[in-house]
């Protein structure tokens, strides 16, 4: 009874590790087909945000420590806005191409969009730059944020922190908020309109390029605020944002094209396995866990859980 206990306490911090981590790399991944290998390090950027606003030493913002909650809200806007600025610069290469422009004649930079591999080898150049960078402005580690809440007793001698237990139920309200924006807004419906055919939905008067730019700061904002939700679980340390990009990338092959339907089944089955491994036979044991459910995922669901569900639906349709 203990040992059940234990694992269904043990999967809610699971999920929410895959659900959080997962959601800013879909979203990006799959509007505008671009690989974010520096996600754990915008996810990074939203750690170090929140807990220089939390502990009052933001950079050129002269500004008194701020609550908690208002520090992790600093941490996605900050991210959001870092994002954009890597959009226009790197992605699109809109900046330096407008620049090129009126000095040379001529663009320098393609845009990244639906070029996987050279989008990877640009991010992951990022994230080198940002990880030293980081080091050398701040050097090997900051102050952290205590843990709020306390510890949750669920019987047998066990404990667990309430906050990574309640970090579950925040992943939910991601996921709810992620469907009200895909399914209810103009920005949602002009970003699938983008996904299902960008040359129709330019021709249907849709601003692809912005969609573009607003996509990829949504999808920064998310990472960050996962920084910042994690910040108090974490030492606050450059390249503190590996230990997300394994998740994030198992869960979007997993869980498939729909980002609220495929992260919300990738974390439900990740986490149930992470959680099992762990738990049983060590944290290296869940990580070697999900990469083999990762790599059965690809050879058996080449289109993720969302796609095992579409032909699910497919089959009904045609039974009735």
């Known amino acids: 009874m203990a040992v059940g206990m234990d694992l269904v306490v043990q999967f809610f911090p699971s999920f929410a590790a895959v659900v959080l981590a997962a959601t800013g790399l879909a979203i990006i991944f799959g509007i505008m087909g671009v690989i974010n290998l520096a996600h754990g ?25 701020l609550p908690l909650p208002a520090a992790m809200l600093t941490g996605a806007l900050v991210t959001a806005l870092f ?10 290469g809109a900046i330096p191409n407008w620049i090129a422009e009126r000095t040379l004649g001529r663009p ?14 640009a991010t992951w150049g990022l994230s080198l730059i940002m990880v030293q960078t980081f080091r050398n402005v701040f050097g090997n580690s900051l102050d952290g944020i205590p843990i709020p809440f306390g510890q949750l007793d669920y019987g047998a001698g066990l404990s667990i922190g309430t906050y990574q237990v309640a970090l579950a139920g925040v992943a939910v ?8 924006v895909f399914a209810r807004t103009d920005y949602g419906m002009r970003a699938r ?3 299902q ?5 330019q021709s249907l008067g849709v601003d692809t390029d912005r969609m573009y730019v607003l996509t990829f700061a949504f999808g920064s904002g998310l990472a960050g605020l996962t920084g910042a939700l994690y910040a108090p679980l974490l030492s606050i340390e450059p390249g503190l944002g590996s230990q997300f990009l394994v998740d994030a ?31 049983w036979f060590g944290t290296f044991a869940g990580r070697i866990a999900l990469l083999l459910v990762a790599i059965v995922s690809i050879r058996f669901l080449p289109a993720g859980l969302t796609g095992l569900v579409e032909r699910i639906r497919e089959r009904r349709a045609e039974v009735e």
């Open 197 to 201: 055919n960008e040359d129709m939905a």
């Open 193 to 195: 309109a983008t996904i």
């Open 173 to 180: 309200l991601v996921l709810i908020g992620l469907y009200l």
């Open 108 to 121: 320098i930079i393609t845009p990244l969009y639906d070029r996987l591999l050279d989008s990877m080898v």
């Open 83 to 92: 994002g954009l600025l890597v959009e226009r610069t790197i992605v699109s």
């Open 249 to 279: 990338f198992v869960a979007v092959v997993v869980g498939g094209a729909s980002v609220v339907v495929g992260t919300l089944l990738a974390g439900g089955l990740l986490g149930f396995v992470d959680a099992v491994f762990s738990n």
């Open 41 to 65: 390090e915008f996810i990074m950027v939203g750690a170090f945000s929140t807990t220089l606003a939390y502990n009052g030493a933001l950079p050129f913002v002269p500004i008194p420590p």
